[in-house]
């Protein structure tokens, strides 16, 4: 089975026996995974951090010991049985594809289906996420996914089959779509060409930016300062001038809080045409007051220490605004 826009570089038996080689092929270019980053519809990872791995500057994290990643690789073989049984259709692994008109799209594809000019994609989803697969939906980062492999190969369609609970199966087709292919192709063209010249793509308000900024910055000098731009001001008061619609924003909300806690009294529970409304008791928590423990028992704290009881994190950095006087 070969694909009529792409070559193989890997195969599946490479990329199964050969992790480093695998982790290295993958480097070189955009994979299917990566497609929702670039396109801004990956709620879990920025385009900020993407370009840091890209570019060499962060290692991507290693999910192997997260539970759902972990039983979506078991289960990848039964999903993909369960569709072959399903709808009759034969398929088998092939390994990582490179384009050929546009080398640093890359895919590792799940299965291709012979005798089609189309592949499957699996997935599996908790069922929580079941409301995602309803109808003719499929999440958007799974889309982008499925276009990416059809921009790659060159194929007619792909097939994204999902096990939703552990043990409800469906699939659905993606038909190909050349305006959307074209506008990822350009995205993702964009993209590679800000790894190949090391430029950093804008940054947004994501938490995974804020910490691939923090990776990529470390600090260590207490005595140095620098001179910003001139257009920083702008951002800082831009900034001001958000933070205090949110602080406004919060003092309303807790106002309307304490209106329904004044409505209940002692009831722990309230309830109207649509809503409960819970006001729960809970018992206090405990806590260990380390710093005095260090300072009047520091042979305690220090076995505590040794014995691995307390722990210290990472340093951090911490931000903030103050006006010059």
Not at 79 to 99: I, S, Y
Not at 201 to 212: L, R
Not at 280 to 296: C, M
Not at 301 to 307: A, E, M, T, W
Request: with cysteine.
């Amino acid at each position: 089975m070969a694909y009529r826009g792409c070559d193989l570089i890997l195969s599946c038996h490479e990329a199964e026996t050969d992790h480093a080689k695998w982790l290295e092929t993958r480097n070189s270019g955009i994979g299917g995974s990566d497609a929702s980053v670039i396109m801004g519809l990956n709620p879990f990872k920025s385009q900020y951090q993407l370009w840091l791995e890209k570019t060499g500057q962060a290692e991507a994290p290693d999910l192997s010991h997260v539970q759902a990643v972990y039983w979506g690789t078991k289960n990848e073989g039964n999903v993909a049985d369960w569709f072959q049984e399903t709808t009759g259709k034969k398929v088998r692994k092939l390994g990582t594809l490179r384009n050929r008109a546009h080398p640093f799209m890359l895919a590792n594809v799940d299965r291709a289906i012979m005798g089609e000019e189309a592949g499957l994609e699996i997935k599996t989803a908790g069922v929580s996420q079941s409301k995602k697969w309803r109808g003719d939906e499929i999440p958007d980062a799974y889309y982008c996914q499925c276009l990416h492999y059809l921009a790659v190969t060159g194929a007619d369609r792909w097939y994204i089959a999902v096990l939703i609970g552990g043990n409800e199966a469906l699939y659905k087709v993606v038909e190909r779509n050349e305006a959307d292919i074209k506008a990822l192709i350009e995205a993702e063209a964009d993209f590679w060409h800000l790894v190949e010249t090391k430029t950093p793509p804008p940054v947004d308000g994501s938490a995974s930016c804020a910490a691939a900024l923090s990776t990529q910055y470390k600090g260590g000098d207490p005595n140095l300062t620098i001179l910003l731009p001139s257009d920083a001001d702008d951002v800082i008061e831009s900034l001001e001038s958000d933070r205090a619609i949110l602080d406004a924003l919060k003092k309303q909300i807790t106002e309307k809080e304490n209106r329904l806690k004044a409505l209940l009294g002692n009831a722990e529970e309230g309830t109207t045409d649509h809503y409960r409304v819970l006001w729960k008791t809970q018992a206090g928590r405990s806590s260990v007051p380390l710093a005095k423990i260090k300072k009047q028992a520091p042979d305690i704290y220090r076995l505590l220490q040794d014995k691995g009881y307390i722990t210290i994190g990472k340093p951090s950095r911490r931000f903030s605004i103050k006006a010059n006087d």
